[in-house]
């Protein structure tokens, strides 16, 4: 079946430092593939997302490339802030068929001043 | 005004009670599914429903029972509760279903769900 598998958790970064969190994913065919955030005490929130091989995504500094020949859609960001402390979920879906989107499970990013 | 709202935000009772969640959305959207996050913030997908039509019933144990009476409301109601339904859920919609959809949901807060 599908499935996405992200680096454990929690990452602790200084404020500025550069984060990755890596995301690799094992499905038939090629899906669509997405980063979610959640906030604490909110709900989840469509970061960026691509839809095709090569394609990148970007939103608020993040940015990830859908890499085909490594089923990989790495997260990363320049400088990051205390305020993009949260939980980050990366995804897949097809546009065919009925299956929902399917999450990773997760991983804490925690910025200190 | 909150796009996606879940109530009650927390609940806890006793092993073998019945509870509901309800979900309500005001975006318009056709679909709706429930998402169960256990403890270690692994979210599965439990449910969706396009237009009140059930289309996605992952394997949940028949005492989950989802419901909904028209497509900006879908409500989880779960019988004999027990100690592993202790988990967050999340309701969310998406403008179209899975398989015509964009990819994105658009989710509630959550309701925790803690049962003793």
């Known amino acids: 079946g599908n499935s996405v598998t992200q680096m454990e958790g929690p990452v602790t970064l200084s404020e500025e430092a550069f984060l990755t969190i890596n995301c690799t994913y094992t499905?038939?065919?090629?899906?669509?593939l997405f980063w979610y955030v959640q906030y604490p005490g909110e709900g989840l929130q469509l970061l960026l997302k691509?839809?095709?091989?090569?394609d990148k995504g970007s939103n608020k500094g993040f940015e990830a490339t859908y890499r085909k020949e490594t089923t990989s859609f790495h997260l990363e960001k320049g400088s990051v802030q205390v305020s993009d402390s949260a939980v980050y979920f990366c995804?897949?879906?097809?546009?065919?068929?009925?299956?929902?989107?399917?999450f990773g499970s997760g991983t804490r990013l925690q910025v200190q001043p | 005004d909150t796009a996606v709202s879940q109530t009650p935000k927390y609940l806890v009772t006793q092993m073998g009670n019945d509870k509901s969640i309800k979900c309500e959305q005001n975006l318009g959207h056709d679909t709706m599914y429930w998402y169960k996050q256990d403890s270690k913030k692994f979210l599965k997908i439990m449910f969706s429903?396009?237009?009140?039509?059930?289309?996605i019933n992952e394997t949940v144990p028949n005492r989950f029972s989802p419901k909904s009476p028209d497509k900006a409301h879908l409500n989880l109601h779960i019988n004999s509760l027990e100690l592993g339904d202790s988990a967050v859920y999340f309701c969310?919609?998406?403008?179209?279903?899975?398989?015509?959809?964009?990819?994105?949901?658009?989710f509630g807060e959550g309701s925790r769900l803690t049962v003793l």
């Open positions: 499905a038939t065919g090629y899906p669509s």
């Open positions: 969310a919609s998406s403008q179209r279903p899975p398989g015509l959809a964009t990819g994105e949901l658009f």
């Open positions: 995804a897949l879906q097809f546009y065919t068929g009925r299956r929902a989107l399917t």
């Open positions: 691509a839809t095709k091989a090569d």
């Open positions: 429903y396009n237009n009140k039509e059930l289309i």
